[in-house]
């Protein structure tokens, strides 16, 4: 089954993916902006949809009612007890009883409104909730963590160190994480080597782009090195700069500035 890149998203399809809805909501997250800023480089041409889908998603994000002055909300409140004791099935009682009724009619409207306005939130927090998205894992000095990814990827972070990444990979997600410190990768291959569909792991000065891929990555005071073992990386540094490594590979990468190691 092929897999419909980023790209080929309508206006409506990229407002309701989860990841995109994250970055319009969550500026400040750098990591997810990182991604989204490194796909537009890429894709100029969608910077019109990408508007437009953030539009979307800002305006239902925007409250629909207009917030009431104490007066109003007083007069409306006044409407539904006048409308509950004028309501045609209470006519026929006693006023005592009435007015008991037409209070217990009201309460029992005000908990159905209540428990609609509890499910709408619980349907909000669950599709849009901070920590429902993306996982955070950090490992403490003298421990190794072995992760197995959504793709079924794994990689052992290295102590010191953490990881953040979608709680679910599918078709209309990107497989990517955000690496801080050290680890080591083992990339599961797919035959679809398109750019929408490779692995990537996102570090403050360059992206690693790979496929089917057994690789390390280390971040140190004096840069971030890379080793690849087996299979296919491309590194993606400023300015659009592209540089491919080969099975045996080492590079050292300096503020943005690759240098090949021995």
């Known amino acids: 089954m092929s897999h419909k890149p980023y790209s080929a998203y309508t206006i409506e399809e990229l407002a309701l993916d989860d990841l995109f809805v994250r970055w319009v909501q969550h500026p400040d997250d750098d990591e997810v902006a990182a991604y ?42 006044g409407r539904i007890r006048e409308s509950l004791q004028t309501m045609e099935d209470l006519r026929p009682l006693q006023p005592d009883v009435r007015a008991v009724v037409g209070w217990w009619y009201f309460m029992r409207t005000i908990a159905a409104l209540m428990g609609v306005m509890l499910l709408i939130g619980w349907a909000l927090w669950m599709q849009y909730g901070p920590n429902q998205c993306v996982s955070t894992i950090s490992t403490p000095a003298n421990q190794t963590r072995l992760i197995r990814l959504p793709d079924n990827s794994t990689m052992t972070l290295q102590p010191n160190s953490s990881v953040r990444y979608a709680r679910q990979w599918n078709e209309e997600t990107p497989r990517a994480v955000w690496l801080k410190g050290e680890a080591d990768f083992s990339v599961t291959h797919r035959n679809d080597t398109s750019s929408a569909r490779l692995f990537r792991v996102h570090l403050p000065d360059f992206t690693i782009e790979a496929v089917g891929t057994i690789f390390r990555v280390r971040q140190r005071s004096n840069g971030t090195y890379v080793a690849l073992t087996s299979g296919n990386m491309n590194l993606l540094l400023k300015e659009q700069q592209s540089i491919q490594l080969q099975p045996g590979d080492s590079i050292q990468i300096i503020a943005g500035l690759a240098k090949s190691l021995p």
């Open 36 to 77: 989204w800023q490194n796909w537009l480089s890429q894709n100029p041409d969608c910077t019109e949809t990408v508007e437009s889908a953030r539009n979307l998603i800002q305006e239902a994000s925007q409250p629909r009612l207009p917030a009431l002055s104490t007066d109003e909300i007083s007069s409306v409140w």
